[in-house]
């Protein structure tokens, strides 16, 4: 996914970011106690929203890739 974004002349800033955040999360809900059959499908689900919210913020309010990934990496 990353080789396509390259490729049409985009930039995505927010893929370490976003991978340490499901990272953390997933370690803080196996802490917890939460089983790994419920935690990684969890982790997932967030991984999705974010790459959702990423594309619906450019695709559909026109927004500059790298403004949303920079901004991204500050929440």
Request: hydrophobic share 65%.
């Amino acid at each position: 996914a990353q080789s396509i974004v390259v490729i049409t002349g985009g930039i995505d800033l927010s893929v370490g970011s976003a991978v340490a955040l499901i990272g953390i999360s997933l370690a803080m809900m196996l802490e917890e106690g939460i089983s790994a059959a419920v935690a990684v499908p969890l982790a997932l689900l967030l991984s999705v929203a974010i790459g959702l919210w990423h594309g619906l913020l450019i695709a559909k309010v026109r927004l500059q890739p790298f403004v949303v990934t920079v901004c991204s990496l500050f929440m």
